[in-house]
């Protein structure tokens, strides 16, 4: 789609999607506290409790971490116990491409469409963003390999070109994906990417990392007394889960995080083509 396609939400928009997120993930917190999984706020979330008491006010989504063992249990069981007439919880599989990396929590009674999922599998409505949390492999050449598998899992799961980290790297991408005939394939090297990069459990390493959230976040190594328990800050009225060092992480992944961006950057960075939130 050109650029110029896409919907310039107005203010009143952009807080429709933030309150029909508000109640996926009202939804998705019971469900947890129901079947005993943690999760945590990050990311713009995660800052927005800290910094605003609820969403950043340009922000258009919301991101929560899981530990692996959790988040394999969500997809394990949500469509036994979950309202899934209502909420739907899509993951890219061997039989179903999202054209996702990570697993996303829809409202079935929504239509939301972004460029990249085009042509793809899946419920298409509001989502709220479920990111794994790994286990750091240890220093050296296994944490490189690693990165590496991590970044191959990207590639051959949402089977995409990144267009924004420099030629060389589209290139590279473009021909691996190209000289792999055949989906069937390219399942087979996801899944067991996916296999090698998560295979460090958090209980036994001294760092923890996310995988999913692509090439500059892969890096950080977070301190495992970060993610130890929950910490329960406000967030639009509500009591919501943070990590217990939210400080350490946040400064690790984005700096001086109470600090507000340029006005240039105060806008949603998620591209829409289509919105209707009815």
């Known amino acids: 789609m050109e650029k110029e396609r ?17 109640e996926i993930l009202l939804y998705f917190k019971s469900f947890c506290e129901e079947h005993n999984l943690t999760f945590y706020f990050c990311g713009g979330c995660c800052i927005g409790a800290l910094r605003h008491k609820g969403f950043i006010p ?12 959790d ?4 997809f394990e069981i949500w469509d036994k116990f979950a309202d899934t007439k209502k909420y739907s919880c899509n993951r890219t599989t061997e039989s179903k491409f999202i054209g996702n990396v990570m697993t996303t929590i829809v409202d079935n009674d929504t239509k939301v469409i972004r460029p990249w999922q085009k042509g793809k599998d899946g419920t298409k409505g509001v989502m709220i963003d479920v990111l794994p949390l790994d286990g750091c492999a240890p220093k050296g050449i296994k944490r490189k390999m690693q990165m590496i598998w991590s970044m191959i899992y990207t590639l051959y799961c ?4 990144p267009v924004n980290h420099g030629k060389m790297m589209s290139l590279i991408c473009k021909v691996l994906l ?6 069937k394939l390219k399942n087979k090297i996801w899944k067991f990417a996916e296999k090698q990069m998560s295979k460090y459990p958090i209980e036994n390493s001294e760092y923890i990392t996310e995988l999913c959230a692509g090439p500059h ?6 301190p495992k007394s970060i993610f130890e328990k929950a910490v329960y800050k406000e967030f639009e009225g509500y009591e919501m889960p943070l990590p217990v060092g939210y400080d ?6 984005f700096g001086d995080y109470m600090q507000l ?3 240039e950057k105060q806008f949603p960075h998620h591209d829409i083509i289509y919105m209707d939130l009815n």
Not at 217 to 222: L, V
């Open 6 to 22: 896409y919907l310039k939400l107005s203010k009143d928009e952009l807080r429709a999607l933030q309150l029909k997120s508000l």
């Open 158 to 161: 949402s089977r995409m070109v």
């Open 217 to 222: 976040y892969m890096k950080n190594e977070y």
């Open 261 to 263: 961006p340029p006005k």
């Open 178 to 183: 190209g000289i792999v005939p055949g989906n």
């Open 71 to 74: 988040y394999e249990k969500l």
């Open 248 to 253: 350490e992480y946040l400064k690790i992944a």
């Open 58 to 69: 340009w922000d258009d989504d919301i991101d929560v971490f899981m530990p692996r063992k």
